[in-house]
């Protein structure tokens, strides 16, 4: 019988900073090197279904391809930085299942063969799992960024980490470019009341207040500091 696969959350850091030795970025690169590992058993995992931050569709959208190119989804950064290679396969009977799945529970999906895998997929993957020898299958978030929608297709990805295959949800759970701008609080704590917040409820034991907890995060002291109005997609992961 196959080990249930975790689900976990990274934060993919700033473009392809982690990757560039970026020195901000430092603690973020070694967590995502060697720390993951710590915590989880990559020869068990048959698959990765992995949910960006930075694809927003009106509906759920799947990649669905055997090959996908990288898609360099940022700008200004050194030439190395668009050059890099991910070769891990896809699987597209996996996607097409998944796209089953969420049908089953009345929510809108689609596939896509074409768009590549953008950089809250490949950043972090090329650090966790250098070896690219896992399949992927990238998904989107949905733009309207609404909480109770992206608990729900949350629950339809949950079954398939009973066959092994690990949820990974790509994002930051604070995310506002106005303060990165600046950058005035370096490596130290930011919005500690948020972020408790989000261990509290992450960590409860009873489902439904987990799930209470997540539908509110909106209303909770610091959540439009960490997350601008309307520009919560980071979060949804
Ligand atoms: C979980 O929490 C809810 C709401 O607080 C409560 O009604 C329920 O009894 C709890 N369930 C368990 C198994 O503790």
Same mark, same amino acid.
């Given at each position: 019988?196959?080990?249930?696969?975790?689900?976990?959350?990274?934060?993919?850091?700033?473009?392809?900073?982690?990757?560039?030795?970026?020195?901000?970025?430092?603690?973020? #690169?070694?967590?995502?090197?060697?720390?993951?590992?710590?915590?989880? &058993?990559? !020869?068990?995992?048959?698959?990765?279904?992995?949910? #960006?931050?930075?694809?927003?569709?009106? =509906?759920?959208?799947?990649?669905? +391809? *055997?090959?996908?190119?990288?898609?360099?989804?940022?700008?200004?950064?050194?030439? @190395?930085?668009?050059?890099?290679?991910?070769?891990?396969?896809?699987?597209? @009977?996996?996607? %097409?299942?998944?796209? &089953?799945?969420? !049908?089953?529970?009345?929510? =809108?999906?689609?596939?896509?063969? %074409?768009?590549?895998?953008?950089?809250?997929?490949?950043?972090?993957?090329?650090?966790? &799992?250098?070896?690219?020898?896992?399949?992927?299958?990238?998904?989107?978030?949905?733009?309207? %960024?609404?909480? *109770?929608?992206?608990?729900?297709?949350?629950?339809?990805?949950?079954?398939?980490? *009973?066959?092994?295959?690990?949820?990974?949800?790509?994002?930051?759970?604070?995310?506002?470019?106005?303060?990165?701008?600046?950058?005035?609080?370096?490596?130290?704590?930011?919005?500690?009341?948020?972020?408790?917040?989000?261990?509290?409820?992450?960590?409860?034991? &009873?489902?439904? @207040?987990? *799930?209470? +907890?997540?539908?509110?995060?909106?209303? %909770?002291?610091?959540?439009?500091?960490?997350?601008?109005?309307?520009?919560?997609?980071?979060?949804?992961?």
């Amino acid at each position: 019988m196959a080990v249930l696969a975790p689900a976990i959350f990274v934060n993919h850091g700033g473009g392809p900073m982690p990757l560039l030795g970026d020195e901000v970025h430092a603690g973020l #690169t070694k967590f995502l090197r060697d720390d993951v590992q710590k915590h989880i &058993n990559l !020869k068990e995992w048959k698959a990765i279904i992995l949910v #960006t931050a930075h694809w927003e569709e009106s =509906q759920v959208t799947i990649s669905s +391809g *055997k090959h996908h190119d990288l898609y360099f989804d940022y700008y200004g950064f050194p030439p @190395e930085s668009y050059k890099y290679k991910y070769d891990a396969p896809g699987d597209p @009977e996996t996607a %097409q299942r998944v796209h &089953n799945a969420l !049908k089953d529970a009345g929510i =809108q999906s689609k596939l896509d063969s %074409q768009r590549g895998w953008d950089h809250g997929v490949f950043v972090p993957m090329m650090l966790i &799992n250098p070896e690219a020898n896992i399949p992927i299958i990238q998904i989107s978030v949905l733009e309207n %960024q609404d909480p *109770k929608q992206h608990y729900e297709i949350g629950k339809v990805l949950q079954q398939f980490r *009973k066959e092994g295959i690990a949820i990974l949800g790509s994002g930051m759970s604070y995310h506002n470019m106005r303060e990165f701008r600046y950058g005035r609080y370096k490596d130290a704590a930011v919005n500690k009341e948020f972020d408790d917040y989000l261990t509290k409820v992450c960590t409860a034991e &009873n489902e439904s @207040e987990r *799930k209470a +907890g997540l539908l509110a995060w909106r209303d %909770q002291p610091g959540a439009s500091e960490a997350h601008p109005p309307h520009a919560a997609e980071h979060f949804m992961p």
